[in-house]
């Protein structure tokens, strides 16, 4: 009588017993990694670095990311971190969170620039490239970057875009910090033509399109009326120039 089966089905028996060997090991050895991973310092935050910023603080970076050391790193969104740091500072263009497999949170940050001062209600601010409302200049502080007026410009609040000076601001940006320094007003009571004051007292009138471009013609246009003296000039093309009555620096 044949008791044992055939040695195809037993074959078959001893396959199967063989597979779930093989799984029951995976599985513990991938869990015994999970658990592993999970009870080293890998799975969590240890270190929190900040790198592009110039004017802002990175411990006040670090501060507003709102994520302390030891959080799991499955509980990090990098977008919400970025966020809220952008929320806290208007003087963050950009900010990129990272997670290492180290540990590590790194957090890369672009600043706005500062373009311009902006006078109203007794105080003056300075405005970021976007118009934004940065701060309140202290007295006795040093500008070196030029006024923005308008004319029944409304309140400005901190943080906030001051809306008669973004454009204005855009275009400055996009000048040199030379040339940017050598501004000393921008008027903006034409809404076609603003009006510039230069620091070495020439009055340049410039159509508001394409601003950035047209006042960068200006120290060659100078350089070709310099002996006359300070004047006025049309940046537009063909320049006009009319210099100031009473001659060579008479303003």
């Not at 740091?85 to 963050?92: D, E, R, S």
Request: glycine share 12%; aromatic share 8%; charged share 20%.
């Amino acid at each position: 009588m044949k008791t044992g089966g055939t040695a195809g089905h037993r074959g078959a028996v001893d396959g199967k017993r063989r597979f779930r060997a093989r799984m029951l090991l995976i599985g513990f050895l991938l869990g015994s990694a999970v658990a592993l991973f999970f009870g080293s310092p890998l799975s969590r935050v240890t270190n929190i670095r900040v790198e592009g910023t110039h004017s802002l603080s990175p411990v006040e970076v670090e501060q507003a990311a709102g994520i302390s050391r030891g959080t799991w790193w499955f509980r990090v969104k990098p977008g919400e971190v970025a966020d809220r740091i952008k929320k806290v500072f208007p003087l963050a263009a950009d900010v990129q969170v990272h997670l290492g497999w180290t540990g590590t949170m790194t957090i890369s940050v672009t600043e706005k620039g500062v373009v311009a001062v902006f006078p109203a209600g007794g105080a003056w601010y300075r405005l970021l490239d976007d118009g934004t409302a940065l701060d309140v200049v202290r007295p006795g502080e040093s500008i070196g970057m030029p006024l923005v007026t308008a004319d029944g410009a409304a309140p400005v609040t901190l943080g906030k875009p001051v809306q008669a000076a973004v454009q204005a601001c855009k275009q400055l940006a996009k000048l040199s910090p030379d040339l940017r320094a050598q501004l000393a007003e921008v008027h903006l009571g034409d809404p076609d033509v603003w009006t510039v004051y230069t620091t070495d007292h020439y009055e340049l009138h410039v159509p508001d399109e394409n601003f950035a471009g047209r006042i960068q013609w200006f120290p060659k246009i100078r350089d070709q009326v310099k002996d006359k003296g300070p004047g006025e000039i049309w940046l537009t093309d063909p320049f006009r120039y009319i210099p100031f009555s009473g001659g060579k620096g008479s303003r």
